[in-house]
């Protein structure tokens, strides 16, 4: 069926959005999957436990693994998504909503100093969505709606990293034709509303064709 994906910095609504479109599928009649990135698999779960979460095995306050260790076990946990969720529920004709997908390592792993090139290569074997919907946020904004989180993950903390990973997303919508912009400043409904009209209009109206491609 249809595989979407929304990105973008911290705090941008993701979440929230991802959820709200799944109901407007299901309200439809569409059998919906809402996952996320990092998964809930073993390999999400060290993501968890050695990059996001921190703690004495944390990279925030413990040992630090290279940053090319870290884009291995992202790819590593999205071969898994990718093979044992993702591509099982489009078969099956269903809809499948992501909160995060690969772009969300070539952006943030990009503004680490990785080689771009090397990062797309590194994941293409993944399946490309039929939409991503990039949700744009100033970083002042950002910062200003994580602290006020009770956790902030070490991207949280680092305003001049956001500021980096919002520039790569801008730069890789131009590179991936599926990107779609919508201004996340904007109130929780009326990007409800957006995202609505860009799915109706780039896939219920003109009907996605059920091929996959994968990144490249």
């Known amino acids: 069926m249809f595989f979407i994906v929304l990105e973008g910095i911290d705090g941008a609504g993701k979440s929230t959005q991802a959820k709200l479109?799944?109901?407007?599928?299901?309200?439809?009649g569409y059998e919906v999957v809402l996952t996320?990135?990092?998964?809930?698999?073993?390999?999400?779960?060290?993501?968890?436990?050695?990059?996001l979460t921190g703690?004495?095995?944390?990279?925030i306050d413990g040992a630090r693994i290279s940053h090319e260790a870290e884009a291995l076990l992202f790819a590593a946990d999205r071969a898994e998504h990718v093979k044992k969720l993702i591509k099982p529920s489009l078969e099956a004709g269903k809809v499948v909503i992501s909160d995060r997908y690969f772009y969300s390592s070539l952006a943030y792993q990009w503004a680490r100093g990785l080689d771009l090139d090397w990062l797309i290569?590194?994941?293409?074997?993944?399946?490309?969505?039929?939409?991503?919907?990039?949700?744009?946020?100033p970083v002042k904004?950002?910062?200003?709606?994580?602290n006020g989180r009770s956790i902030k993950t070490e991207f949280d903390k680092i305003a001049e990293l956001q500021r980096k990973v919002r520039?790569?997303?801008?730069?890789l919508a131009k590179r991936f034709e599926e990107?779609?912009?919508?201004?996340?400043?904007?109130?929780?409904?009326?990007?409800?509303?957006?995202?609505?009209?860009?799915?109706?209009?780039?896939?219920?109206?003109?009907?996605?064709?059920?091929?996959?491609?994968h990144a490249d």
């Open 55 to 59: 703690g004495k095995e944390g990279i």
């Open 167 to 171: 520039e790569n997303y801008l730069t």
């Open 141 to 146: 904004e950002s910062m200003k709606r994580i």
């Open 179 to 213: 990107v779609r912009i919508i201004n996340a400043l904007a109130s929780v409904e009326d990007i409800h509303r957006d995202i609505v009209s860009l799915v109706e209009h780039e896939l219920l109206n003109k009907g996605a064709m059920m091929s996959v491609s």
């Open 21 to 28: 479109l799944a109901k407007w599928f299901n309200k439809r």
């Open 121 to 137: 290569d590194l994941n293409r074997f993944a399946i490309r969505p039929h939409l991503t919907i990039l949700l744009d946020l």
């Open 36 to 51: 996320k990135e990092p998964t809930d698999t073993a390999f999400g779960k060290l993501i968890r436990k050695l990059v």
